[in-house]
């Protein structure tokens, strides 16, 4: 069904929504594409003329610096006309549906929306409703997917280890609340991965765990030992309804990243975070500073991929 929606019959990508189910074939296309635009960010003249004469709709319902901002300069970089909605001073706020929203946006004649929203199924939900030449991408869904997250995520590990195949990748802290988590399980599964670990409390793991081809691990020391990557994930407070958890200093304690913690894993290792980072929470200074953390080079290679993603949804 997810495949329906987001493939035409001929198997090209209509709309990105989630990584779950997406063919290896589709995501390899996403990260070759992303791999010709990286130059481009480089160059003096930064844009190319893919999506010139297109209308790109940033609909954030949620908030976001690094997802909205890189969308906008990947969108410009294809030189399409970008319009940024700021919800928070929408319509919505005075009653009006999500679909109504959209159809207004429609009318003013969209080509693509990129939208996040808290609820879990609503760029789906506009991917049903939307005409037949409107393209949608989600920009994170709840705790459900955040799909270009996770396709830049797999482009920084093939661009610093060169590939999937003999890697052991650690995930690690909030997986429960976690879209990013989700696509990043189901983008390493699907480009062949062989192992890959959640490392985790019991209380901030989701009750489905152990349908999504993890090993689950609940030591730091044991869940880092030998991996060739570790993702951190943040502290979703906001996402959490009760207390899940003693404080964040006791978080820090058993599951920060700290330079000592990091020792397990191999030494040349690469550090992950998909950002906002807690430091001091999840990540210690002096690890998200350090010689082995990419988090900066995820942020860049993050507009390439977004870059690819819009130019590959026009181009079909
Ligand atoms: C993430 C998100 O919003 O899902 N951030 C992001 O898009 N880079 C992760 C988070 O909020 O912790």
Redesign the pocket.
Known sequence: MKNNLQLTDDGRLRHLLTLDGLPARILTQILDTAASFVAVGERDVKSVPLLRGKAVFNVFFEN?T??RTTFEIAAKRLSADVVNLNVGSSSQSKGETLLDTVANLSAMHADMFVVRHAAAGAAHLIARHVAPHIHVVNA?DGRSS?PT?GLLDMFTIRHFKGGFHNLRVAIVGDVLHS??ARSQIHGLTTLGCPEVRVVAPKTLLPRDVDNLGVHVYHRMDQGLKDVDVVMM??L?NERMQGARLPSAGEFYKHWGLTVDKLRFAKPDAIVMH???MNRGVEIDSEVADGPQAVILSQVTFGIAVRMAVMSILAGN
Do not use: A, D, N
Request: net charge positive; proline share 14%.
């Open positions: 976001s690094r997802t994170g955040h997250q879209r990013v994930l943040r979703q998909p950002g906002p």
